[in-house]
């Protein structure tokens, strides 16, 4: 079975604050997703990425970046964490070429005070 | 703007009926569609999917339609069960797009025992 983790269920941080949100898959998938999940706008795409070292912006980059050092691990990060950056954290993987379906993590609720 | 629109927020059917959860896209570039569950707590699950050349996909209890003219599709669960109670979304994929998937708002279904 495919097997994403997120490296925290909830977190609790302060305005200001830099952030970090890991996901590891262990598929050896190449493609890796960032969405977050707000109510009554569904999942929305952050940043994904094709390959090591590689990233693309999704529809709501700002405010985050990213990170793949390595295949099996992207890294969301917060710069300066704000109260509206409040949400559940959605990691996915998914295989190479043709192949369409998205493998979730179990989400990080986080909560920016 | 929203090109995967789920505009029924909640719905609410009694057990052993049938559960009919709609879905309206606007780009007629996507060419496949998926749906997922997502329990609270949890990541969204991969239930089933349809290629844009195809108009039914069934998979036990579930189905799913595409009328790719009006660009709707739907999910029939049936019979609903008390354990399908989760917030479903629909996904949409385009064959020209860098392989992401566009997620609706997402609607919770309750089935009541």
């Known amino acids: 079975d495919v097997k994403v983790t997120q490296s925290s269920r909830y977190l609790v941080k302060r305005t200001g604050e830099k952030v970090f949100l890991e996901c590891v898959q262990d598929?050896?998938?190449?493609?890796m997703f960032w969405y977050r999940q707000d109510p009554g706008l569904g999942l929305r795409l952050i940043y994904f990425s094709y390959d090591v070292k590689m990233k693309e912006k999704g529809d709501i980059p700002e405010g985050y970046s990213v990170s793949r050092e390595k295949k099996e691990r992207f890294s969301l990060i917060l710069e300066s964490a704000s109260t509206n950056q409040t949400s559940m954290y959605l990691c996915?993987?998914?295989?190479?070429?043709?192949?369409?379906?998205?493998?979730f993590g179990s989400g990080t609720q986080l909560s920016v005070l | 703007d929203q090109q995967v629109k789920q505009n029924s927020p909640s719905l609410s059917v009694q057990e052993g009926r049938i559960s009919i959860l709609n879905c309206d896209y606007t780009n007629s570039m996507f060419d496949y569609f998926l749906w997922y569950k997502k329990y609270p707590a949890e990541g969204p699950t991969f239930l089933i999917s349809i290629s844009s050349i195809k108009d039914k996909n069934e998979d036990g209890r579930f189905t799913v339609f595409l009328n790719k003219s009006a660009k709707h599709l739907s999910l029939h669960i049936v019979p609903s069960q008390p354990g399908d109670s989760a917030v479903y979304f629909c996904?949409?994929?385009?064959?020209?797009?860098?392989?992401?998937?566009?997620f609706g708002q997402g609607t919770t279904l309750q089935v009541k025992p």
């Open positions: 996915a993987s998914r295989g190479g070429t043709g192949r369409k379906k998205l493998f």
């Open positions: 598929m050896d998938h190449e493609n």
């Open positions: 996904a949409a994929h385009g064959s020209s797009n860098t392989g992401k998937l566009i």
